[in-house]
């Protein structure tokens, strides 16, 4: 926004019109007219860029009109990472820095809200927990408001033949890693003799979701294909890692390094999507 100040009547008249009509350009034009001054000009912002008292002024004025206007620094975005897993902070944290966005982490702002995932689809549970997660950063930043964004992911196991469970229920199928994983060999088990094929084809899925607190923006699916093997191998990764064999490889996830398995796990290609996306965004 220009300045500009006027000071004699003769001026004013070419100011006006040439300053005025030229769409949101605040012209402050000095005179006697108290109304006039009042109209046009915010009483309290009275430091001139210019001071037009004569021709010379004048031109020099339009000069500065005809240029071309200087690009506002967009601010950084604030993104709050929804995820106390130090391991996701990194990898998400990495991306916004590339990006040039200002990651925020749980510890910055004393926590992170418990949201129920009760969705029927990894999109669901993901943007429902960004969109909380969005909602309590921005009250932690009521400056910024509802320009804070915030990421959450969701993610599970899906078995063909047993249509796509555990799914959303991944974590919760049974009470922990080892019973899980019992519990899915029997289940598979089972539906194989019901069906009288030998079906062991699933995929780790992973959703991450951008949401700002009026909605989600966008959401990431990243998927790896494999089959579930008979007998548990390896002690690396955690959950389902032991039974799961991905495609192309004769190793379980948990014999792989994790290096190996970020390289090609469902989470580092739906966060290969997310980086994409906001070096997109904010080129
Ligand atoms: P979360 O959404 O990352 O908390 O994952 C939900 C559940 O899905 C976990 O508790 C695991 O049981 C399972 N899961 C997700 N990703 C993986 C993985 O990479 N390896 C093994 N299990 C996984």
């Known amino acids: 926004m220009k300045k500009l100040f006027a000071d004699t009547d003769l001026l004013k008249l070419q100011f006006q019109k040439s300053l005025l009509g030229s769409g949101g350009i605040p012209a402050f ?15 309290q912002e009275t430091t001139p860029e210019l001071w037009i008292a004569n ?41 916004l820095r590339g990006c040039g966005a200002e990651a925020i982490i749980p510890d910055d702002l004393g926590g992170l809200p418990d949201v129920e995932e009760d969705g029927h689809s990894f999109e669901e549970n993901a943007s429902k927990k960004a969109i909380a997660f969005a909602k309590f950063a921005a009250a932690k930043f009521p400056e910024q408001g509802r320009g804070v964004m ?14 796509g469970a555990p799914g959303v229920h991944s974590s919760r199928y049974a009470e922990d890693d080892l019973r899980r994983i019992a519990k899915l060999l029997t289940e598979i088990g089972r539906a194989n003799k019901r069906s009288g094929e030998e079906n062991r084809r699933a995929r780790f899925v992973s959703v991450v979701a951008l949401a700002s607190p009026d909605g989600v923006e966008a959401c990431f699916r990243g998927e790896v294909n494999g089959i579930i093997i008979e007998t548990p191998r390896g ?16 190793l379980t996830f948990a014999e792989l390094s994790s290096t190996e398995k970020n390289k ?12 994409q996306y906001m070096r997109t965004k904010h080129d």
């Not at 002690?235 to 004769?250: A, E, I, R, T, W």
């Not at 090609?264 to 980086?275: F, M, Q, W």
């Open 55 to 95: 021709d010379e002024d004048l031109e020099k004025a339009l000069a500065l009109l005809n240029a071309p206007p200087v690009a506002e620094k967009t601010p950084e975005p604030r993104i709050f990472i929804g995820t106390k897993n130090k391991h996701k902070i990194s990898e998400i944290s990495a991306i």
């Open 235 to 250: 002690s690396n990764g955690f959950g389902y890692d032991p039974v799961f064999v991905p495609d192309g490889f004769s």
């Open 150 to 163: 915030a990421i959450a992911d969701d993610s599970g196991l899906e078995a063909d033949a047993l249509f």
């Open 264 to 275: 090609i796990s469902h989470r580092s290609r739906a966060l290969a999507k997310l980086d």
């Open 29 to 43: 034009i000095r005179n006697e007219n108290a109304a006039m001054l009042r109209y046009l000009l915010p009483l």
